[in-house]
Each structure stands twice: as structure tokens, then as C-alpha cells.
């Protein structure tokens, strides 16, 4: 009797026949990957608004305004200068202030790209539940925001790398290239995050903490050369570390005498785009299979 009752008796099909022969689909069911990246790039002038208008607001309510953008990133390296290059006595390193703010702004696009993105699912619920839109497009925009705010740390870096000495060569192209593989990068574990932190509320709390560990494991405050003296299988770890690679191809792109950790400058762009196209690529994949989650409960 179930069955029957599902039948439609002018047409002897199922529901289900009936839906599919009409077009009709299960609401938030999840799109093919093909589809979903289709609809993802229909959407990418509001991800460029949205994350404009993000940027805009996280200075609204301070007399300075978008300076802020330039006198955070200043300030920081300050603060680590006066720790690292004058109290800890690190300065014996040519031009360690350039390389200690080198590795500072390119670690903090990615620390917080993460820690906006752990929050860009949980934090919009309210625009999730109104509006139908790819999700992804919340940790993109994230991802995007946190590459603006780079742009401008990028400006104040390069005063500082000319202002203590360095030259500009035809290096400082490579910088270009080595950003734009972390942005992707970054997109991919932003997604990745995004999904986890929309599950897990306390992930928001924990992140700090991996993402500090993350940045002493990255030569951020100090030379890369004291890796050396980990054991041989330690080294090799950590110079697949994506953070450490990154920061290494940006030190050799605009300092004259950076030390690098792998002295093959080829085997450090492999694994820059290696870590690009895994995380990149895993990132959406995991963020597209949990589309139909996010909102929910």
C-alpha cells in the first residue's frame, strides 16, 4: 500500500519518476564538481565585493581608517626587531631586519587567511540560510581579503628592504610568482578549515595555538641555517614545510644574502607548486563535499 501511494495514478510514475522527468532536484542537494566550480566562478564579482566590503568594515571604527593596513604590519615587525634583532642579539645576520620582516608579512597573509577562514562558514550563518550561493565563496572571499591586506604589507616591505641596503635586481620578479602560488595555497587550506571550523566551533579556539607552533617551525624570527643542526630526517621534514618554503622563495627574491635552508633553488619552486595544486585542489574538493552541510542544525 506504501508503494502505491507514491504512484501517481493519471501517469502510473513514481514521484521520484515524476521529479526527474519535470527537471526537478532535492533542495540543497549538492551539484556536480564541474557544476559547482561553474557557479562558483559566476559568482566572483560578488566574492571580489564581498571581500572589499569585509576589508573596508574591519577599519570603520578606528580615526585612522585603511592606514591601519600599513601601521599593523609595521608595528609588528617593530616589536619582533626589538625582541629577535636587539634583546636576543640575532642581528649579526646581514640585513636582519629585512629578513626577519620578509618571513613576518609573508607568514601572516597565511595566519590569518586561516584564522578568517576557520570562521567563514560559522560566522555567516545568517547569509547562508537567506540566500542561495556556492559556500565557497565565503573562505574565497576570506582568502582574498587577507591577499589585499598583503598588498599593502608588501609596500611597506619593500620600503624597508630598500631603506636597510638591498639593491633591486631582476630577483625581485620571482616574488610575484612565489605570492600568487601561496594565495592558492592559502585558498585551499582556507576551504579546508572553513568545512572543519563550521562542525567544530572550538577549532577557533585551538587555531591560535597550531598556527604559533606552525610559525616557529617556519624560520619566521630566525635564521633558517639553525634547522641544520636537527637531525638529517628532521631537516628533510621541515624543509617541506609549505610556510618555510614559501618564506624562503620571497628572502632569496628581494635579499642579497638570505641562507637558504635547501640550497636547490628548483627543488623549492617544485615544492612550492606541489603544496599549491595539493592544497588547492583537496581544499575544494573537501569544502564542495560538505555543500549541502553548511546552515544546517
Known amino acids: 500500500m506504501a508503494d502505491t501511494a507514491l504512484v501517481d495514478p493519471e501517469t502510473g510514475l513514481t514521484q521520484a519518476q515524476l521529479a526527474a522527468r519535470h527537471g526537478l532536484r532535492v533542495a540543497g542537494e549538492r551539484p556536480s564538481l564541474a557544476e559547482y566550480s561553474r557557479r562558483l566562478w559566476s559568482y566572483r564579482h560578488f566574492i571580489a565585493a564581498y571581500a572589499n566590503a569585509k576589508l573596508v568594515a574591519s577599519y570603520s571604527n578606528?580615526?585612522?581608517?585603511?592606514?591601519?593596513?600599513?601601521?599593523?604590519?609595521?608595528?609588528?615587525?617593530?616589536?619582533?626587531?626589538?625582541?629577535?634583532?636587539?634583546?636576543?642579539?640575532q642581528d649579526e645576520m646581514p640585513n636582519f631586519i629585512a629578513y626577519l620582516t620578509t618571513g613576518?608579512?609573508?607568514?601572516?597573509?597565511?595566519?590569518?587567511?586561516?584564522?578568517?577562514?576557520?570562521?567563514?562558514?560559522?560566522?555567516?550563518?545568517g547569509l547562508i540560510r537567506a540566500l542561495h550561493f556556492p559556500r565557497a565563496s565565503l573562505p574565497l572571499a576570506a582568502t582574498l581579503t587577507q591577499f589585499q591586506q598583503l598588498l599593502a604589507s608588501m609596500i611597506v616591505l619593500v620600503g624597508i628592504v630598500l631603506v636597510t641596503g638591498e639593491p633591486v635586481t631582476l630577483k625581485w620578479l620571482m616574488v610575484v610568482p612565489a605570492l600568487l602560488l601561496q594565495a592558492v595555497f592559502n585558498a585551499g587550506i582556507v576551504m579546508l578549515v572553513a568545512r572543519m571550523?563550521?562542525?567544530?566551533?572550538?577549532?577557533?579556539?585551538?587555531?591560535?595555538?597550531?598556527?604559533?607552533?606552525?610559525?616557529?617551525?617556519?624560520?619566521?624570527?630566525?635564521?633558517?641555517?639553525?634547522?641544520?643542526?636537527?637531525?638529517?630526517?628532521?631537516?628533510?621534514?621541515?624543509?617541506?614545510?609549505?610556510?618555510?618554503?614559501?618564506?624562503?622563495?620571497?628572502?632569496?627574491?628581494?635579499?642579497?644574502?638570505?641562507?637558504?635552508?635547501?640550497e636547490s633553488l628548483a627543488q623549492l619552486w617544485l615544492v612550492a607548486a606541489a603544496w599549491a595544486v595539493l592544497a588547492g585542489v583537496g581544499g575544494f574538493i573537501y569544502f564542495w563535499r560538505g555543500e549541502q552541510e553548511y546552515g544546517r542544525g
Open 62 to 89: 578606528a580615526k585612522l581608517g585603511q592606514v591601519w593596513q600599513v601601521l599593523t604590519p609595521l608595528t609588528n615587525a617593530l616589536v619582533y626587531y626589538l625582541i629577535f634583532g636587539i634583546v636576543l642579539a
Open 104 to 125: 613576518l608579512f609573508i607568514f601572516n597573509f597565511t595566519q590569518s587567511a586561516v584564522l578568517a577562514g576557520t570562521q567563514s562558514i560559522s560566522g555567516n550563518l
Open 197 to 262: 571550523g563550521s562542525k567544530a566551533s572550538d577549532l577557533k579556539q585551538v587555531m591560535p595555538f597550531i598556527l604559533r607552533t606552525w610559525m616557529y617551525g617556519s624560520g619566521v624570527l630566525y635564521s633558517v641555517s639553525l634547522f641544520e643542526r636537527l637531525p638529517s630526517w628532521a631537516t628533510t621534514v621541515v624543509q617541506f614545510n609549505p610556510m618555510l618554503v614559501y618564506i624562503e622563495l620571497a628572502r632569496y627574491s628581494l635579499l642579497e644574502q638570505a641562507p637558504l635552508l635547501n
